[in-house]
């Protein structure tokens, strides 16, 4: 079996079309998350309907042609939401329970990739939803583990928020509270960017993990490791793919919110969720080979 050590470095341009290539075998994988999360919208949207027209009422406002008057309505109507205790206990408890459950199925998605990335090949629906089902707990783990680490990155950006505060009650100027306003975004910009890119590269090193039982503080450690190592290579894959995928996500569900019919919305929502899963496909399979 080849090893990283025995391995060549591919350069960056080349792990990107390499990247690129790779990517489309992992067909399977992408119908499976636009299933997934059109099943998950849907039993999400329901319970979250019902409460609130349960607590509140049909509004007839909502049922306007009209995208903003659609919005306005929802925007009312959670706004008598906030003075119903009872309703609101229900209803955050309902986006709570959404919430964790879309992490989880995230979770168990995000496994299956990396074992496909890991296999160097396309896989079947049967072997996806097993290596999915074997990978979960490993990618489980990560995931709590970069919950601390979001934390540790969390903090910069509070005391940068602190530190604005003390210049806004002190300030002679306003272009002195403008300035610490932007000192403000670009620390917080930059943690989210390290945070992201952190993850992503412990992912891709997991991915490269040819062990049953990988280990997954390694995985942490290696992925810092690639980024002070080549951050060329590590920026430029992760950046490249993130814009042309954010990009297809725009261009593809500006349509959605002046449609009427929910069958259309949802066949765009599936396209756009694969889509979005193609350009992360390629962006992880890019990433692994710059880590190798």
């Known amino acids: 079996m080849t090893t990283h050590a025995t391995q060549s470095r591919v350069g960056a341009l080349q792990a990107i079309g390499q990247g690129f290539r790779a990517g489309i075998k992992h067909w399977r994988w992408l119908s499976l998350s636009a299933v997934f999360a059109l099943l998950l919208g849907g039993i999400a949207s329901l319970p979250l309907t019902r409460q609130l027209k349960a607590s509140l009422g049909f509004n007839p406002a909502g049922a306007s042609t009209d995208s903003g008057d659609r919005i306005q309505a929802w925007v009312e109507t959670l706004r008598s939401l906030a003075g119903n205790a009872e309703g609101m206990a229900q209803f955050v408890t309902g986006v709570l329970c959404c919430v964790i459950v879309a992490w989880l199925l995230k979770t168990w998605l995000a496994s299956g990739l990396v074992g496909s990335v890991r296999s160097g090949r396309g896989l079947g629906y049967r072997e996806l939803i097993r290596i999915s089902n074997a990978g979960f707990w490993p990618q489980l783990k990560q995931n709590l583990l970069f919950v601390v680490v979001f934390v540790l990155f969390a903090l910069p950006v509070f005391f940068t928020f602190k530190w604005v505060q003390g210049v806004r009650k002190t300030a002679i100027a306003a272009a002195q509270v403008e300035q610490a306003n932007?000192?403000?975004?670009?620390?917080?910009?930059?943690?989210?960017?390290?945070?992201?890119?952190?993850?992503?590269?412990?992912?891709?090193?997991?991915?490269?993990?040819?062990?049953?039982?990988?280990?997954?503080?390694?995985?942490?450690?290696?992925?810092?490791?690639?980024?002070?190592?080549?951050?060329?290579?590590?920026?430029?894959?992760?950046?490249?793919?993130?814009?042309?995928?954010?990009?297809?996500?725009?261009?593809?569900?500006?349509?959605?919110?002046?449609?009427?019919?929910?069958?259309?919305?949802?066949?765009?929502?599936?396209?756009?969720?694969?889509?979005?899963?193609?350009?992360?496909?390629?962006?992880?399979?890019?990433?692994?080979?710059?880590?190798?």
Do not use: D
């Open 182 to 292: 932007l000192v403000f975004y670009l620390v917080a910009l930059l943690c989210l960017f390290l945070f992201a890119l952190w993850l992503e590269m412990a992912r891709a090193n997991l991915a490269n993990a040819h062990q049953t039982s990988p280990r997954i503080r390694s995985s942490v450690a290696q992925g810092l490791k690639t980024m002070f190592k080549r951050p060329f290579a590590v920026i430029l894959a992760f950046v490249l793919f993130l814009a042309l995928g954010l990009a297809a996500l725009a261009l593809i569900s500006m349509p959605v919110s002046g449609i009427a019919n929910p069958w259309l919305s949802a066949v765009i929502v599936a396209l756009a969720t694969m889509v979005g899963g193609a350009f992360r496909a390629m962006r992880l399979e890019s990433l692994a080979r710059v880590a190798r």
